[in-house]
């Protein structure tokens, strides 16, 4: 099993920056995408962005390029999302997410909106993020 907790959520105005982390205990071997996903209030959980841990590679949704990066530390077992110029639509419960994939393009279909959330093994507990213009 793998368990994830995630960290660092709270309320900013708009234009303020969060990071957001995520850390991962058990078998942690067996996830090699790792990822972030958002839910608001009456909408779908969609994928924001996501990072295929064996290569580095890192994915990012449309409406957050440019201004959330995905990181890990090996080391620390944690993946972070930082989070800048932050939008009030960013308002949302942002969840950290781990999955087996058999390639990248897999771990960045989730952020296409491709990939089932069904597929996802793992999920953190989520923490909330505020934003107020």
């Known amino acids: 099993q793998v368990q994830l907790v995630e960290s660092g959520g709270g309320s900013v105005q708009a234009g303020g920056s969060l990071r957001l982390s995520c850390a991962a205990s058990?078998?942690?071997?067996?996830?090699?995408?790792m990822g972030w996903f958002r839910q608001a209030p009456g909408k779908e959980r969609e994928g924001v962005a996501t990072i295929y841990t064996g290569g580095g590679s890192t994915y990012y949704a449309d409406s957050v390029k440019g201004r959330f990066i995905i990181s890990q530390d090996n080391a620390k077992k944690t993946v972070y999302l930082q989070m800048n110029s932050l939008k009030p639509e960013d308002t949302a419960m942002y969840y950290c997410?781990?999955?087996?994939?058999?390639?990248?393009?897999?771990?960045?279909?989730?952020?296409?909106?491709?990939?089932?959330?069904?597929?996802?093994?793992?999920w953190g507990q989520g923490t909330q993020v505020t934003v107020s213009s």
């Open positions: 058990g078998d942690t071997y067996r996830p090699n995408c």
């Open positions: 997410a781990a999955e087996r994939v058999f390639f990248g393009g897999q771990c960045r279909d989730h952020v296409l909106g491709t990939r089932i959330l069904g597929e996802i093994q793992w």
